[in-house]
């Protein structure tokens, strides 16, 4: 089975703090997802990630940055934390031209304060 | 816009009672698939109907696809307090079908 892990559960950061969302997969899969996930509005799509090294922004990338240094891990930066930004974050992979279902991380409560 | 809708918001039933949800998306697909949130948690597949079906099951979940009115549903049959979560159509265009575009979800509380 896929395990994708997220570095924590919940966060409370202050605004303005850089925040750093870390998530690993164990299944070597190449496509790696942050989503963030509001009440009403389902999960909404941050960054992609094909591969090592390559992203792409997804429908609301403003705020955020992306790292993929390693297959395994797919981390989400925050540079300068607002209010606005409190939000539930998820990390989901897949495997690239394998089936097109998610594997998805327990999920991050990032609370801005 | 939201390219998934799922309707009603919430349903509440009583276990041992079919669950119904629906989806209406905008865009042509390639697949669209279910997922399962437990309160506070990660996303879980449930099951993926290619644009090219029209009903697929999986156990006590049944899912039909009209590609005409831009539609699906979800039944889940024989209901269990354990089915008691959120549900949510995500669906894949097929100009990018690695993105998947997710609804707003439907919660369903399943009493027993």
């Known amino acids: 089975d896929v395990k994708v892990t997220q570095s924590s559960r919940y966060l409370v950061k202050r605004t303005g703090e850089k925040v750093f969302l870390e998530c690993v997969q164990d299944?070597?899969?190449?496509?790696m997802f942050w989503y963030r996930q509001d009440p009403g509005l389902g999960l909404r799509l941050i960054y992609f990630?094909?591969?090592?090294?390559?992203?792409e922004k997804g429908d609301i990338p403003e705020g955020y940055s992306v790292s993929r240094e390693k297959k395994e891990r797919f981390s989400l930066i925050l540079e300068s934390a607002s209010t606005n930004q409190t939000s539930m974050y998820l990390c989901?992979?897949?495997?690239?031209?394998?089936?097109?279902?998610?594997?998805f991380g327990p999920g991050t409560r990032l609370t801005v304060t | 816009s939201q390219q998934g809708e799922e309707d009603p918001q919430a349903l509440s039933i009583q276990e041992g009672e079919n669950a119904t949800m629906n989806c209406s998306y905008k865009?042509?697909?390639?697949?669209l698939q279910w997922y399962r949130q437990n309160s506070g948690r990660g996303l879980v597949h449930l099951i993926l109907i290619r644009s090219n079906e029209r009903e697929k099951h999986s156990g006590r979940l049944r899912v039909t696809l009209d590609t005409s009115k831009k539609s699906s549903s979800l039944l889940i049959t024989a209901s269990r307090a354990a089915d008691t979560a959120s549900y949510f159509c995500a669906t894949a265009r097929t100009d990018s079908s690695y993105k998947l575009i997710f609804g707003s979800g439907t919660r369903l509380l399943v009493r027993p």
């Open positions: 990630s094909y591969d090592v090294k390559m992203k």
């Open positions: 989901a992979c897949r495997r690239a031209g394998g089936p097109p279902e998610q594997y």
């Open positions: 865009t042509s697909i390639n697949n």
């Open positions: 299944m070597d899969h190449e496509n």
